[in-house]
C-alpha cells in the first residue's frame, strides 16, 4: 500500500485566499483525522471520521476551516478565508480500527503571507 | 478533557547512552499510551505502545514503562545510534476519545 497520501506537499498563498488540502486515506481504514502542527501549539486534532461521517470538530478552530469526507479515499481541510496565523503543517492520518496505529501522510506545509 | 505532559523539550545525548523521556496524562481513565517518532520533514510513525493491563513493554532498543498510580509513562532508548536523532511523541487516550498528544521532545544523538 503507499500509505496516506496528501497533497499539495507545499502551499504559499496570501491572506483571504482559499485553501483545499487533500487526503487519501489507506484502504481499508475505517478512521480518518486531521491535525494541525505548529512549533507553540504541538499537534493539535481538527475533525475526525468514522466511515466517513465527522463524529467530533470539535478541534476545528473557527467557522472559516470546513472538512470533508465525501467517500472512503478521500477527505478535504478547507480554509476559507485563509489568515497569516493559520500557517502551519496539516497532517492527514488513517487507522483501521479505534485505539489502533494512526498512519500519518508526510504533510502540507502551508504559509499565508 | 486529557492533557498530556512530556519533558524534556530538548535531549542531547552521546551515542551509546541511553534516553530517557517522560509523560504524564490528567486522566486516570486514559487506557492507550502510544509513541511516534517524527523525522525531519515527515510524518509522526508509531515506534511502541502500552496499554493500562501492562506495566512494561520491550522492543529490541525501545521500551515504554506505566505507572497508573502516578499517572505517568517512560520512553526509554537504549544505545542509542545517530538515526534516533528525531522528534518524539508521547500521546494517551481514553476508550471513546481521540489520542491527545504532548508537545514532542527533540532528541539529538551526538555522534
Known amino acids: 500500500d503507499a500509505g496516506v497520501i496528501q497533497s499539495p506537499r507545499h502551499e504559499v498563498t496570501e491572506m483571504g485566499q482559499e485553501v483545499t488540502l487533500r487526503c487519501k486515506p489507506i484502504s481499508g481504514h475505517d478512521y480518518l483525522f486531521w491535525y494541525r502542527q505548529t512549533m507553540m501549539r504541538g499537534l493539535e486534532l481538527l475533525i475526525y471520521?468514522?466511515?466517513?461521517?465527522?463524529?467530533?470538530d470539535s478541534g476545528m478552530p473557527e467557522d472559516r476551516f470546513s472538512a470533508k469526507m465525501p467517500n472512503a479515499s478521500f477527505s478535504t481541510l478547507k480554509i476559507q478565508p485563509s489568515e497569516p496565523r493559520d500557517s502551519a503543517v496539516y497532517f492527514c492520518a488513517s487507522s483501521r480500527n479505534w485505539q489502533a496505529e494512526l498512519f500519518f501522510g508526510e504533510g502540507s506545509r502551508l504559509t499565508v503571507l | 478533557g486529557e492533557n498530556v505532559e512530556q519533558h524534556p523539550s530538548t535531549l542531547s545525548v552521546q551515542e551509546g547512552d541511553s534516553a530517557v523521556i517522560k509523560c504524564t496524562y490528567s486522566?486516570?481513565?486514559?487506557?492507550?499510551f502510544p509513541w511516534y517518532k517524527q523525522e525531519l520533514g515527515k510524518g509522526p510513525q508509531l515506534i511502541i505502545d502500552?496499554?493500562?493491563?501492562?506495566g512494561e513493554k520491550k522492543d529490541q532498543r525501545i521500551a515504554v514503562t506505566l505507572n497508573k498510580t502516578a499517572k505517568h509513562f517512560s520512553l526509554h532508548i537504549t544505545e542509542t545510534q545517530p538515526e534516533d536523532s528525531a522528534v518524539y511523541f508521547c500521546?494517551?487516550?481514553?476508550?471513546?476519545?481521540?489520542?491527545?498528544f504532548g508537545k514532542g521532545t527533540r532528541l539529538s544523538v551526538i555522534a
Open positions: 500521546a494517551a487516550s481514553i476508550g471513546h476519545t481521540p489520542l491527545v
Open positions: 471520521f468514522n466511515n466517513n461521517v465527522p463524529i467530533d
Open positions: 502500552i496499554r493500562s493491563n501492562v
Open positions: 486522566d486516570s481513565a486514559s487506557n492507550y
